[in-house]
């Protein structure tokens, strides 16, 4: 089982629609989550960290689940440009980073 | 301003050459790591270092080489022992190694 594994998609929606991904992880003694935004042909950035008691930056929402062990990132009234892939990553004694899901938003 | 930086953004190389990738930051950052990214793959950590004059190798080193003199700087060298150097590298800084990273803009490189 990989250590973290996301599904690649892609996901496509219509502008305004709302959109979830899940991510799941197989260390139980993981300690920090973030999801992380690649545009095409760009480097990763961050786009939130994961808290445990879930939190909301915007239009964007991310949540933990430690006893399934999986983090989600909610995306509502998706615009164009959210179109990316989203990167999951976890750490325990280092960042391990999904291989991502990518979302077209399309018109 | 700080950041991260990497240079040459493009990068030719013929078979058979070292060619070095350059990664500085002024972040004051500890650790610093390098990946390499193959078309619509994940990242693959290649070599991470926690301090200066420190360095670990990460998933897929060979064919790699680093040094780790100032705790600004983290080049790294690709072989030519690297079997397939055709790639996105893309070097990262953090204050430790279970925190979030920071990305350079990355250097394309192609092998002819």
């Known amino acids: 089982r990989k250590e973290v594994e996301q599904d690649p998609g892609p996901f496509n929606v219509p502008e305004g629609a709302t959109v979830a991904f899940n991510c799941t992880y197989s260390?139980?003694?993981?300690?920090?989550f973030f999801w992380y935004r690649q545009d095409c042909r760009k480097e990763p950035k961050l786009l939130m960290s994961?808290?445990?008691s879930g939190n909301e930056d915007g239009r964007f929402t991310a949540q933990l689940n430690r006893a399934s062990q999986y983090i989600s990132l909610l995306i509502r009234d998706s615009k164009l440009s959210d179109s990316a892939t989203y990167l999951c990553?976890?750490?325990?004694?280092?960042?391990?980073f999904g291989t991502g899901t990518r979302l077209q938003v399309f018109p | 301003d700080g950041g991260i930086t990497q240079s040459p953004k493009y990068l030719f190389r013929k078979e058979g050459q070292n060619v070095t990738l350059s990664c500085e930051q002024n972040l004051n950052h500890d650790a610093m790591y390098w990946y390499r990214q193959d078309p619509g793959q994940g990242l693959r950590l290649i070599y991470y270092s926690q301090i200066v004059n420190d360095f670990q190798k990460g998933d897929i080193a060979e064919g790699y080489s680093v040094s780790r003199e100032k705790k600004e700087s983290f080049p790294l060298t690709v072989t030519s022992a690297q079997k397939n150097p055709t790639a996105f590298y893309l070097c990262?800084?953090?204050f430790g190694l279970g925190n979030e990273q920071f990305f350079g803009p990355g250097t394309r490189l192609t092998v002819l």
């Open positions: 260390n139980s003694a993981s300690q920090s």
């Open positions: 990262a800084s953090s």
């Open positions: 990553v976890v750490t325990a004694d280092k960042l391990i």
């Open positions: 994961v808290y445990s």
